[in-house]
């Protein structure tokens, strides 16, 4: 079974990549999509594309505009999102992609710490899976994926 997955959440660790290994190793037909993880180019991309802004405001709104264009299409194209939420800085953006996600009805599992249960009840109850670990989001994509 071939399967996109978009892997939305935290980008200060190698967790993305601790997935793609796995998804390698168990040489399944997965695809996997993302935001840009690049922190500095996704903040800066409107002003290197519109032009500068002289409000942190309007930075903001602007390259967070064009990282939805990116957002929604990956989204609206994967077979499952996956969102991973670390314990170093809160993901709003996360938050949100779990949201959309469920709006547009899409299979949905979540990854944290258990510290962060409590707060991440509403996105946990929209999951059809809550994990801790990359390799048990690989095991999950694996399982799925058998014939």
Not at 58 to 74: M, Q
Not at 77 to 92: L, S, T
Not at 107 to 135: F, G, N, R, W, Y
């Amino acid at each position: 079974m071939k399967l996109t997955v978009y892997l939305s959440g935290e980008i200060h660790t190698d967790w993305r990549d601790e997935i793609a290994r796995g998804i390698a190793e168990k040489d399944l037909q997965v695809t996997l999509t993302s935001p840009n993880t690049d922190h500095a180019s996704s903040d800066d991309c409107g002003d290197e594309i519109l032009g500068t802004e002289a409000t942190p405001f309007w930075k903001d709104h602007k390259a967070a505009k064009i990282n939805a264009l990116r957002t929604r299409k990956l989204i609206s194209d994967a077979d499952i999102v996956v969102v991973r939420f670390g314990d170093k800085y809160k993901q709003w953006n996360a938050a949100f992609d779990a949201g959309y996600a469920a709006a547009l009805g899409k299979s949905l599992i979540v990854q944290h710490d258990p510290a962060l249960t409590h707060p991440l009840k509403e996105v946990d109850a929209a999951a059809m899976a809550v994990c801790e670990t990359p390799q048990q989001i690989v095991e999950i994509l694996s399982y799925i994926s058998r014939n």
